[in-house]
């Protein structure tokens, strides 16, 4: 199971105290507390994995080392170790305590998000000609603490959208070594998808229906995968009543999203297009192309190697612009 949204406590270490000590050896009495340790912070780094976030499935809390105190004769303390979070590329960080966000977009980018506290000084540092031998010491600082959302935004270089059952799938499965789930019925996908075609990554992007943008069926939970993909492959399957109607429930789910979805560039995809009589395919695009104006309408199947070349065309094209 896909965990693609999630929301975590993250607490930095606190520093340690410094020490009060003194030197015991004849003619070289003095102060000698060490200071304490820095707390360790926790950061975020980004990976090419998508399950990363599985981590938090059960366990909602990530920790820094606290400091070590300090002790005598000039010891520091040790500094505690830092938390290093492995998270998708693509993760959004969401700070609910101070309405801050960061992104991570890269692999092995790291970004802060809990920052250790200072450690305290030790009597050494509060010696003076007045005050020879110090009692005084600083106890170290709390860490920062946050809860946190943490939200999937898939990168990907081509999405693939529609309607459920409309072998978005099954041309994933075709073209790469991607083994989604794949059968005649609504829902089969019921997460995102990732498949590699060369250089160029590919993403179905399941669970579209009418009313998805206001949380109906699964589309709410995957709309936000689209917005950080570069072009859109839409899929209408040959079969529909109503090819336009089909195509206009998507665009409109994407225009009640986030208008700028409409804007990405876009390619009009008609699948399965085996189980309709030519004839009547070519009149059902006809149609389709009237109402929809300077597009590029594919039919295709992927039982018929002519037109997947059409579509391998495209893509390769895509990446060689890449």
Same mark, same amino acid.
């Given at each position: 199971?896909?965990?693609?949204?999630?929301?975590?406590?993250?607490?930095?270490?606190?520093? *340690?105290?410094?020490?009060?000590?003194?030197?015991?050896?004849?003619?070289?009495?003095?102060?000698?507390?060490?200071? *304490?340790?820095?707390?360790?912070?926790?950061?975020?780094?980004?990976?090419?994995?998508?399950?990363?976030?599985?981590? @938090?499935?059960?366990?909602?809390?990530?920790?820094?080392?606290?400091?070590?105190?300090?002790?005598?004769? @000039?010891?520091?303390?040790?500094?505690?170790?830092?938390?290093?979070?492995?998270?998708?590329?693509?993760?959004?960080?969401?700070?609910?305590?101070?309405?801050?966000?960061?992104?991570?977009?890269?692999?092995?980018?790291?970004?802060?998000?809990?920052?250790?506290?200072?450690?305290?000084?030790?009597? @050494?540092?509060?010696?003076?000609?007045?005050?020879? &031998?110090?009692?005084?010491?600083?106890?170290?600082?709390?860490?920062?603490?946050?809860?946190?959302?943490?939200?999937?935004?898939?990168?990907?270089?081509?999405?693939?959208?529609?309607?459920?059952?409309?072998?978005?799938?099954?041309?994933?499965?075709?073209?790469?070594?991607?083994?989604?789930?794949?059968?005649?019925?609504?829902?089969?996908?019921?997460?995102?998808?990732?498949?590699? #075609?060369?250089?160029?990554?590919?993403?179905?992007?399941?669970?579209?229906?009418?009313?998805?943008?206001?949380?109906?069926?699964?589309?709410?939970? @995957?709309?936000?995968?689209?917005?950080?993909?570069?072009?859109?492959?839409?899929?209408? &399957?040959?079969?529909?009543?109503?090819?336009?109607?089909? #195509? &206009?429930?998507?665009?409109?789910?994407?225009?009640?999203?986030?208008?700028?979805?409409?804007?990405?560039?876009? #390619?009009?995809?008609?699948?399965?297009?085996?189980?309709?009589?030519?004839?009547?395919?070519? *009149?059902? /695009?006809?149609?389709?192309?009237?109402? /929809?104006?300077?597009?590029?309408?594919?039919?295709?199947?992927?039982?018929?190697?002519?037109?997947?070349?059409?579509?391998?065309?495209?893509?390769?094209?895509?990446?060689?612009?890449?």
């Amino acid at each position: 199971m896909l965990i693609d949204e999630i929301t975590i406590k993250v607490r930095a270490g606190r520093g *340690g105290k410094g020490s009060v000590a003194f030197n015991k050896n004849k003619l070289s009495l003095g102060p000698t507390g060490g200071s *304490g340790g820095e707390g360790g912070s926790v950061y975020f780094t980004g990976v090419s994995d998508l399950g990363a976030l599985k981590q @938090f499935r059960f366990r909602k809390e990530a920790s820094a080392q606290d400091g070590k105190d300090g002790r005598g004769q @000039f010891v520091d303390g040790k500094s505690g170790e830092d938390a290093v979070i492995q998270v998708p590329v693509g993760t959004v960080m969401h700070n609910l305590n101070t309405g801050e966000k960061k992104e991570i977009l890269k692999t092995g980018e790291m970004i802060l998000a809990a920052k250790g506290g200072k450690g305290g000084r030790g009597n @050494f540092f509060f010696r003076s000609s007045r005050n020879t &031998s110090p009692t005084q010491f600083q106890g170290g600082t709390s860490g920062e603490e946050f809860d946190l959302r943490l939200e999937l935004k898939l990168i990907a270089d081509v999405g693939f959208i529609g309607l459920p059952n409309v072998g978005k799938s099954s041309l994933l499965k075709e073209l790469t070594n991607a083994n989604p789930k794949v059968a005649n019925y609504p829902f089969t996908t019921l997460e995102p998808n990732l498949g590699v #075609y060369f250089d160029l990554i590919l993403a179905d992007i399941p669970g579209l229906i009418k009313g998805a943008s206001s949380g109906k069926g699964l589309g709410i939970k @995957f709309l936000r995968h689209i917005e950080r993909t570069k072009i859109i492959f839409h899929f209408i &399957s040959a079969d529909s009543k109503d090819l336009f109607k089909d #195509y &206009s429930v998507i665009c409109e789910e994407l225009r009640e999203y986030n208008k700028e979805l409409l804007e990405k560039k876009e #390619y009009i995809f008609i699948s399965k297009a085996d189980m309709v009589e030519k004839d009547s395919l070519e *009149g059902k /695009i006809k149609d389709l192309g009237k109402k /929809i104006k300077n597009k590029e309408i594919i039919p295709f199947s992927i039982f018929d190697d002519d037109s997947l070349k059409k579509v391998k065309d495209i893509l390769n094209q895509i990446a060689r612009e890449k």
